[in-house]
């Protein structure tokens, strides 16, 4: 089993910046890809940005060129660095971890993923 905590959650204005962090605690060597989730208020949940071992990325067209996904395996650390934020970037984010391989084209599925955090809300306004 897998456990997630998200941290760096909080309030920005718009243009600001943000940067969050998901440790990952317990079977952490069957982690194939990491990935961060967003939900906003009445809306389905999203997949924003994800990440393999190697390094290699993907992310959702409306994050695209502002927000930046990283990991550090040593540290079983999960980054997302989130500039030039928006108020329609307002939601609880989730960190997600998979132990199931898939092609890149599935990544920000939310059914790929097997263990999820507790969320961190992020304020934009």
């Known amino acids: 089993h897998v456990q997630l905590v998200e941290s760096g959650g909080g309030t920005v204005q718009p243009g600001g910046s943000l940067r969050l962090s998901c440790l990952a605690s317990?079977?952490?060597?069957?982690?194939?890809?990491m990935a961060w989730f967003r939900q906003a208020p009445g809306k389905e949940r999203e997949g924003i940005a994800a990440?393999?071992?190697?390094?290699?990325?993907t992310y959702a067209g409306s994050v695209k060129g502002r927000f930046t996904i990283s990991r550090d395996n040593a540290k079983n650390m999960l980054f997302l660095q989130m500039n030039d934020l928006k108020p329609e970037d307002t939601a609880m984010y989730y960190c997600?971890?998979?132990?199931?391989?898939?092609?890149?084209?599935?990544?920000?599925?939310?059914?790929?993923?097997?263990?999820w955090g507790q969320g961190t809300q992020v304020t934009v306004s």
């Open positions: 997600a971890a998979s132990r199931t391989s898939g092609t890149r084209e599935i990544w920000l599925s939310e059914s790929l993923y097997n263990y």
């Open positions: 317990g079977s952490t060597d069957s982690i194939v890809y």
């Open positions: 990440i393999d071992s190697d390094g290699t990325t």
